[in-house]
């Protein structure tokens, strides 16, 4: 729910279930893999259990994701 009042002003009664948002919109200690990434160690971020956007900021295109 919390995903769901970063994402919409209003939350509509229906959306897609397949809802994403890049990682900008996530802090850093979100990812506990994020030095691992950076280094090139690993080819995929995930985000810790638990983790809600926080960061407001222009939309994101799916090739400016890290």
């Not at 948002?21 to 638990?50: I, M, Q, W």
């Not at 983790?51 to 890290?66: N, R």
Request: aromatic letters at 16%.
């Amino acid at each position: 729910n919390q995903w769901l009042k970063f994402m919409f002003t209003k939350i509509p009664q229906q959306y897609v279930p397949n809802l994403f948002l890049c990682s900008r919109h996530f802090t850093d200690d979100c990812f506990p893999g994020l030095r691992e990434f950076k280094a090139g160690f690993v080819n995929r971020l995930l985000l810790k259990e638990g983790s809600v956007p926080s960061l407001f900021g222009p939309a994101c295109s799916s090739e400016s994701q890290p």
